[in-house]
């Protein structure tokens, strides 16, 4: 049984199609992490997924029970933990108050103490939430977001605001809840946390999933490969090598994206027994996500 179990769902709103026939799953201890551009339905997924705004048409299963609009149980919101992008609480209340409140509304869920631990805020536990920084605020909502010890969190942008620390805490803590079987979606305009944390990305792109797999399998979909090195051809010479598809300079380094990689440093050696700082390497995950969300006038403007 999934965790998640999402078929053909959609969404328009009026004329526009934000989701057109989605499908997507999810198992306990699974990190899934939804990436693409603004605008391309992830925000609306999720909160068809929650029962926040009802679909067109499709099937939400969450742990095998047939969802029926928007509306949800209350032993199945028990199970679940959500961190939305746009979130925010009471200024006025004390760290430690925000947790004690949420922490009443779950049976068997953690203890306000706990979960100013959780948030990595003791020595704040009595400050007032609009009087807390960006990042510590983050902080908070997550560990908000775990007060039910849930078996499905939902993370919206979790570590916005952060600094490097405190999102490699973060981090820390995604792990932890997937060996504990917790089942993970976050979405998330760090790619660099993607690949750390996720062991299936979907790429989402004007509500019709593009892509899906494990990062490593996402980057090894596009069609070429960055050969770098220093070299005395001139731009127009380094172009016409077989396989070139893109060229760029910084500074006495040139960067040239190849459909044939091999093909390429053969003939640029012949070409050039100079070259130096020769450098062959796989494209990041960036790269694929720009190739997989560009629509075909763009790519063929890139690739010229």
Same mark, same amino acid.
């Given at each position: 049984?999934?965790?998640?179990?999402?078929?053909?769902?959609?969404?328009?709103?009026?004329? #526009?199609?934000?989701?057109? +026939? /989605?499908?997507?799953?999810? !198992? %306990?201890?699974?990190?899934?992490?939804?990436?693409?551009?603004?605008?391309?339905? &992830?925000?609306?997924?999720?909160?068809? =997924?929650?029962?926040?705004?009802?679909?067109?048409?499709?099937?939400?299963? @969450?742990?095998?029970?047939?969802?029926?609009?928007?509306?949800?149980?209350?032993? @199945?919101?028990?199970?679940?933990?959500?961190?939305?992008?746009?979130?925010?609480?009471? %200024?006025?209340?004390?760290?430690?108050?925000?947790?004690?409140?949420?922490?009443?509304?779950?049976?068997?869920?953690?203890?306000?103490?706990?979960?100013?631990? *959780?948030?990595?805020?003791?020595?704040?536990?009595?400050?007032?939430?609009?009087?807390?920084?960006?990042?510590? &605020?983050?902080?908070?909502?997550?560990?908000?977001?775990?007060?039910?010890?849930?078996?499905? /969190?939902?993370?919206?942008?979790?570590?916005?605001?952060?600094?490097?620390? %405190?999102?490699? $805490?973060?981090?820390?803590? /995604?792990?932890? *809840?997937?060996?504990?079987?917790? %089942?993970?979606?976050? #979405? #998330?305009?760090?790619?660099?946390?993607?690949?750390?944390? $996720?062991?299936? =990305?979907?790429?989402?792109?004007?509500?019709?999933? /593009? !892509?899906?797999?494990?990062?490593?399998?996402?980057?090894?979909?596009?069609?070429?490969?960055?050969?770098?090195?220093?070299?005395?051809?001139?731009?127009?010479?380094?172009?016409?090598?077989? +396989?070139?598809?893109?060229?760029?300079?910084?500074?006495?380094?040139?960067?040239?994206?190849?459909?044939?990689?091999?093909?390429?440093?053969? $003939?640029?050696?012949? !070409?050039?027994?100079?070259?130096?700082?020769?450098? =062959?390497?796989?494209?990041?995950?960036?790269?694929?996500? @720009?190739?997989?969300?560009?629509?075909?006038?763009?790519?063929?403007?890139?690739?010229?």
């Amino acid at each position: 049984m999934f965790a998640l179990d999402v078929k053909r769902l959609t969404k328009a709103y009026d004329a #526009t199609t934000v989701l057109a +026939g /989605v499908d997507i799953q999810l !198992a %306990a201890g699974e990190v899934l992490c939804i990436l693409g551009p603004n605008g391309a339905g &992830k925000t609306t997924f999720i909160s068809a =997924i929650l029962g926040l705004i009802k679909a067109d048409s499709g099937e939400i299963n @969450l742990f095998g029970e047939l969802q029926q609009g928007s509306t949800r149980s209350r032993a @199945l919101r028990q199970q679940l933990g959500v961190m939305m992008q746009i979130g925010n609480l009471s %200024a006025n209340l004390t760290v430690f108050e925000q947790c004690d409140l949420f922490s009443s509304y779950y049976v068997h869920g953690y203890s306000a103490t706990e979960l100013v631990a *959780l948030a990595g805020l003791e020595a704040h536990s009595q400050q007032r939430f609009g009087r807390l920084s960006g990042g510590q &605020k983050q902080r908070l909502l997550f560990a908000l977001a775990l007060a039910a010890k849930p078996n499905l /969190v939902f993370l919206d942008e979790p570590t916005l605001g952060m600094d490097v620390e %405190a999102r490699r $805490a973060l981090w820390q803590q /995604v792990q932890q *809840l997937k060996q504990q079987g917790v %089942a993970v979606v976050l #979405t #998330t305009h760090y790619l660099e946390e993607a690949e750390q944390l $996720a062991d299936r =990305i979907t790429v989402l792109n004007q509500g019709v999933v /593009v !892509a899906s797999g494990s990062p490593a399998e996402l980057k090894a979909l596009t069609h070429y490969k960055v050969i770098q090195c220093e070299s005395t051809l001139t731009d127009q010479a380094l172009l016409t090598l077989p +396989g070139v598809q893109h060229l760029q300079r910084e500074h006495s380094l040139c960067i040239l994206h190849s459909s044939h990689a091999e093909c390429t440093v053969k $003939a640029l050696l012949l !070409a050039d027994d100079s070259v130096r700082q020769l450098e =062959i390497r796989s494209v990041g995950l960036e790269q694929a996500f @720009l190739q997989l969300t560009q629509n075909d006038t763009t790519h063929k403007e890139h690739a010229a």
